[in-house]
């Protein structure tokens, strides 16, 4: 069949009509003759966003019998979808037609009307060449599973749980712990700036225990992952009874939490477990459960002293938590037992979340003391510390608590294996996009909540456990298909020597080697098709759809014609 | 040199840093270079050493590769893949005796409008010293 395509350029009120002359480029596609005996039908329009505009390309395609569509207008960002929407509607393959981006790319940055309008000459050439070697993609949906499974039982868990539950979402925790809760629930409401009833986590557990949508298992651990968006299969192990469960699921949601950094001897921390040193989660414990603050001896302590920024030059990072704490705990301690003598040896005062500052003033008001230090260090519960102004010092204490950093969990570079979700420099699971996208991963289908993505206060981990299960309600629709990108990455098979490069630079895990017939196989459903996999292949069997070689390269001669 | 020479730069632009960075660089009303001709791929990193050459020999007097910061790559470690692939071209392209000044790697996010300006109004006068491409309709591929 003889081709036909359509160029529609459009107007775009002034922004393209009044800086390029339209009709010097419709007249000269329409008589240039450098596509063989391609046919070109080659029109202007006032805007063809508009609903006219929509409504007359749509007609347009359908009465010429277009066979391909390039359409000059603005950035593929704006109406790129808004055209293959019209496409969709007629007769054309949506992958058939191509957006040239004349407004940004010329008219915006070319005040001279006669460069402008030879620029987009050569764009729309270009263009025109490109889409005649497009080819038809279909997209095809699949089923999904709408159940989400959660790793890890503490409140950010619990809470992105609960969230999907409410949407009647079936949710499956599970949990490496004999309890829920985590760590939140040793410190009951201690944390929880909003509601300091200490009963709150219990709450939160007994909801989810009688939430007939959410199924518990205690005690597991997630051994197996296997799918993708959509489509998970897990398998979980009971650690007591070795019985191992299989599940299905459509999203994933890790909320595995963090451990507390443990201080070495080498970096000046050298005291043992007879001493009265203790972390801030021991200290919280003790102060949520309303005990008694006593030392080892049975004795109160006469003075306290709060060693800030444990472990942060080591990590090279600040957790931003700790000073918060620490500041509810000498309030706290002071509230009870006003004579005790407190004293806190920071570096900066961290205090990010809403009501820090008040925490603090209430603290210099109640009389602890701050001393800024340089660098600290510990004997026993000697603190040694050397001064803003370089001096060295050291004083005793009855007892000394530790704020110390918050560090990825245990179990994370297992999880970041199986889950397939990289770690950042600092070793906790890494987001997709750290501003734009904060809770998703590179993994589509994975979510990261709460602390096992990074030090983050209780409220800031349950506002992030919803803005996960938010995104799983609004991807994975009850009884709807999902559309997997169709530009995706394909082998030709005759090509594959089967070498693996592409396997190593593919961060996707979308590549897999065939080893019976010696070649590489692309998974389709988690390819994202950015192409790198091309650009490492030897032996050119790579082809990535929608931007295969001769699609690009047409485009080059043309525009350089 | 010829007052009538017309740089012309193809640029491979990465879809979700740089040449949304040139959409920045038009929405903002900056003027550069008329010499500049955007292609969009979704990565920087699907531009394989083939396209420059191609590129080249198909008589772009520069050949510009647009990327997202190392560390920004929307695919993670796209970038650096780009990176040291078109290391090795440059190398190529010494090697063979060819300007390996006619390529240019540049990093350009989504919000740097003005940088893409001054990046191709900087290497178009590049170029300009340059002056045509030697290969230009002697040598095809």
New interface residues.
Partial sequence: MKAKVGVYVCECGPNIAGKTDLDEIITYLSEFRGFGDVELVVRKYGFLCSNQGKEYLEKEIRDLGLTHLVVGAC???DHDSTFKDVCGKTQLNPYLYKII?I???CT?????MD??T??AK??LR?GIARVLYQSELFESPIDVNPDVLVIGGGVAGMEAALALAGENRSVTIVEKNDTLGGRAGKLRGFSFQEFNKPEQVEKLIETILGNPCINVFLDSEVTSVIGFLGNFEIEHVSLESKVITELFCGSIITATGADLYETTEESGFKYSESDDVYNSMEITEMLSSGDEITLRSGKEPETIAIVHCVGREELGYCSGVCCTVMMKTANMIKARYPDIRITQFYRDICLPPSGGQELYAAARSSGVNFVKVQSTGLSGTTVKFKEKNGDEGEQFFDMVLLASALVPSKDTPALSELLGI?VDETGFFQEA?RMTNPSAT?TDGVFIVGTSQGPRNISDSMLFARASAGQILTKLLVGEKLVPEV?VTEILEAYCTGCGNCLD?C?YGAIYPDEARGISIVNEAIC?????C????PSGALR?KH?T?IQ??R???E??R | MNKEFKPRITSFLCKWCSYTGADLAGTSRLQYSTSIIPLQVMCSSRVDPVFLLKAYLSGSDGVLLGGCHPGDCHYETGNYHTRRRFALVKEVFESLGLESERLKLSWISASEGPKFARVANEYTEEIRKLGENPTRKSIFL
């Fill in positions: 950035s593929p960002r981006n407004r940004e790319h915006w940055v070319i005040d001279d460069k402008a030879e620029k050569s764009y270009a990289p996009h590179t530009a630079v961060v994202r098709g950015c192409g790198n091309y650009g490492s292949c990535t931007f070689n690009l390269f485009e080059v001669d525009a350089l």
